[in-house]
């Protein structure tokens, strides 16, 4: 296999007639499903823990770095994606450009960190929900988002796209209404009580500005990473648009910039009305900022405030569980589709779902019920430092495979004019990728709880390495030829 066959897009995109997927999400749908990922569980619940154990800037300044993460990985997944536009997406672009090995890994790690991530949305929905019925167990609305969950998945690609887009425009409409009322609280604030007030949650008799340590913020860069979980996912969802040559640009370039202001908005007025003591991973700080900020056109405050917001994230917490199954399913679809797995899982239904790569999926996010077995928080915190990490070794892999997949198309003698969209400031933009993920994986290392996901998912990743050697020619997957011109790139 020469080097003009491996870059070869028509070999490498796979068409409706060969692979059954139905290309109905467009441009609309996956500008959504990018709000839709990324706006969860991590922005809407997890910031009121990094708020409590960073303290305020400290979870700025942690925002910030993983905006500047995230923002560097999608710029390689839009060149990357929008050259090969395919369902596997990383797994794929690993298994292309680094090695089959690593992308067998990406494909089951990637797997790994959205059925935990489907299970903690169910979780949150739980916690949510108790503030209306506080008698009823939480399982019992786990059950019940899984249902939920499975009927937008398991019908028509058109089907999910089209919930996903509504459940995202709720929170979306949700987050900017946010940032502006708190916008105009904060202007209030300064007129009742002076402009050093906006601060006065930032700096601490004990500690300054950092009451925990320098550490402690390094640390929450990795649980940070979790929020930013989810934009990602069209990668994955290109593989089922129409025009995705000319829509994923588009997409990368109307999400990035608004899903960082959005972030970091969001984090600046929760820490300017919600004192670090009164900040918790339990209860969502959105609804607690909402019930004591004070406006001038509403001195009893919002009027049912917080049964409004308990709703808008609940919404939100659906929406993101309901891509993650999405992203879930398509990886062990592309596992199988590529013969690395057991081929009834690329089988689809009539409506060109892949049926028992969903089916798989879901019954493995059910681990979120034995979390009422065990201590809720605890449990929690150490599934999203294992969705984190698997999360940052996704993202690493797909700034490795641009870096490669460039650098190849430029040897083979090709123009970078003729590329749907390229990538700027190769290879720096790769650069600071890595280094992003690695300040994160360092820092998250001094945390003890932490330190128990990296570990749990190290264990993991070798363990698929070991699975692909073992099974690497039970299905029929690549010829040898195939494997040595990959391994020798």
Same mark, same amino acid.
């Given at each position: 296999?020469?080097?003009?066959?491996?870059?070869?897009?028509?070999?490498?995109?796979?068409?409706?007639?060969?692979?059954?997927l139905?290309?109905?999400?467009?441009?609309?749908?996956?500008?959504m499903?990018?709000?839709?990922?990324?706006?969860?569980?991590?922005?809407f619940?997890?910031?009121?823990?990094?708020?409590?154990?960073?303290?305020?800037?400290?979870?700025?300044?942690?925002?910030?770095?993983? &905006?500047?993460?995230?923002y560097?990985?999608?710029?390689?997944?839009?060149?990357?994606?929008?050259?090969?536009?395919?369902?596997?997406?990383?797994?794929?672009?690993?298994?292309?450009?680094i090695?089959?090995?690593?992308?067998?890994?990406?494909?089951?790690?990637?797997?790994?960190?959205?059925?935990?991530?489907v299970?903690?949305?169910?979780?949150?929905?739980?916690?949510?929900?108790?503030?209306?019925?506080?008698?009823?167990?939480?399982?019992?609305?786990?059950?019940g988002?899984?249902?939920?969950?499975?009927?937008?998945?398991?019908?028509?690609?058109?089907?999910?796209?089209?919930?996903?887009f509504?459940?995202?425009?709720?929170?979306?409409?949700?987050?900017?209404?946010?940032?502006?009322?708190?916008?105009v609280?904060?202007?209030?604030?300064?007129?009742?009580?002076?402009?050093?007030?906006?601060?006065?949650?930032?700096?601490?008799?004990?500690?300054?500005?950092?009451?925990?340590?320098?550490?402690?913020?390094?640390?929450?860069?990795?649980?940070?990473?979790?929020?930013?979980?989810?934009?990602?996912?069209?990668?994955?969802?290109?593989?089922?648009?129409?025009?995705?040559?000319q829509?994923?640009?588009k997409a990368?370039?109307?999400?990035?910039?608004?899903?960082?202001?959005?972030?970091?908005?969001?984090?600046?007025?929760?820490?300017?009305?919600?004192?670090?003591?009164?900040?918790?991973i339990?209860?969502?700080?959105?609804?607690?900022?909402?019930?004591?900020?004070?406006l001038?056109?509403?001195? &009893?405050?919002i009027?049912?405030?917080?049964?409004?917001?308990?709703?808008?994230?609940?919404?939100?917490?659906?929406?993101?569980?309901?891509?993650?199954?999405?992203?879930?399913?398509?990886?062990?679809?592309g596992?199988?589709?590529?013969?690395?797995?057991?081929?009834?899982?690329?089988?689809l239904?009539?409506?060109?779902?892949?049926?028992?790569?969903?089916?798989?999926?879901?019954?493995?996010?059910?681990?979120?019920?034995?979390?009422k077995?065990?201590?809720?928080?605890?449990?929690i915190?150490?599934?999203?430092?294992?969705?984190?990490?698997?999360?940052?070794i996704?993202?690493?892999?797909v700034?490795?495979?641009?870096?490669?997949?460039?650098?190849?198309?430029?040897?083979?003698?090709?123009?970078?004019?003729?590329l749907?969209?390229?990538?700027?400031?190769?290879?720096l933009?790769?650069?600071?990728?890595?280094?992003g993920c690695?300040?994160?994986?360092?820092?998250a290392?001094?945390?003890p709880?932490?330190?128990?996901?990296?570990w749990?998912?190290?264990?993991?990743?070798?363990?698929?390495?070991?699975v692909?050697?073992?099974?690497?020619?039970?299905?029929?997957?690549?010829?040898?030829?195939?494997?040595?011109?990959?391994?020798?790139?």
């Amino acid at each position: 296999m020469d080097m003009k066959s491996i870059l070869s897009r028509e070999q490498f995109v796979i068409t409706p007639e060969k692979n059954g997927l139905v290309r109905d999400i467009k441009l609309r749908h996956l500008l959504m499903i990018a709000f839709g990922g990324a706006i969860g569980t991590g922005l809407f619940v997890g910031t009121g823990g990094n708020i409590a154990s960073a303290g305020p800037l400290g979870t700025l300044i942690a925002y910030a770095i993983g &905006g500047v993460i995230i923002y560097s990985v999608m710029l390689s997944l839009g060149e990357l994606a929008s050259y090969f536009p395919h369902t596997g997406s990383f797994g794929d672009y690993a298994h292309r450009f680094i090695g089959p090995a690593t992308g067998y890994m990406i494909f089951w790690l990637y797997w790994l960190g959205w059925v935990i991530s489907v299970g903690i949305e169910y979780i949150a929905v739980g916690f949510l929900m108790q503030y209306w019925f506080p008698s009823v167990p939480v399982y019992w609305w786990v059950i019940g988002c899984v249902v939920l969950i499975f009927l937008l998945n398991s019908f028509s690609v058109k089907v999910f796209a089209e919930s996903e887009f509504v459940l995202s425009m709720i929170k979306t409409i949700a987050v900017i209404a946010f940032i502006a009322i708190g916008f105009v609280a904060i202007i209030y604030h300064i007129y009742l009580n002076g402009f050093g007030a906006v601060f006065a949650n930032f700096y601490f008799e004990k500690g300054g500005l950092f009451p925990n340590g320098v550490q402690v913020v390094l640390g929450t860069i990795l649980v940070v990473i979790f929020a930013f979980t989810g934009t990602e996912i069209i990668g994955v969802a290109v593989g089922e648009t129409k025009n995705p040559s000319q829509v994923m640009p588009k997409a990368i370039k109307a999400t990035l910039a608004r899903i960082v202001f959005f972030f970091i908005g969001s984090v600046f007025i929760i820490s300017v009305f919600l004192p670090m003591n009164d900040s918790t991973i339990t209860q969502s700080p959105f609804v607690s900022v909402l019930e004591r900020i004070e406006l001038p056109f509403l001195k &009893g405050g919002i009027p049912y405030v917080a049964s409004v917001m308990n709703f808008i994230i609940i919404t939100a917490l659906i929406s993101t569980a309901n891509s993650g199954l999405y992203g879930a399913s398509r990886m062990i679809y592309g596992l199988s589709e590529k013969k690395m797995y057991f081929p009834i899982f690329a089988k689809l239904n009539k409506r060109g779902t892949p049926i028992f790569a969903l089916y798989l999926s879901i019954i493995f996010s059910l681990v979120a019920l034995f979390t009422k077995i065990f201590a809720p928080e605890a449990v929690i915190e150490a599934l999203i430092s294992v969705v984190s990490f698997t999360v940052i070794i996704v993202w690493a892999s797909v700034s490795i495979s641009q870096y490669i997949f460039r650098k190849r198309y430029i040897a083979s003698g090709k123009s970078l004019k003729d590329l749907p969209y390229k990538a700027p400031f190769t290879p720096l933009i790769q650069i600071i990728g890595l280094l992003g993920c690695l300040i994160g994986i360092i820092g998250a290392y001094f945390d003890p709880q932490q330190r128990i996901g990296i570990w749990a998912t190290l264990v993991y990743i070798i363990l698929c390495y070991g699975v692909y050697f073992i099974t690497k020619d039970r299905f029929g997957r690549v010829s040898k030829g195939e494997e040595d011109v990959l391994a020798s790139r």
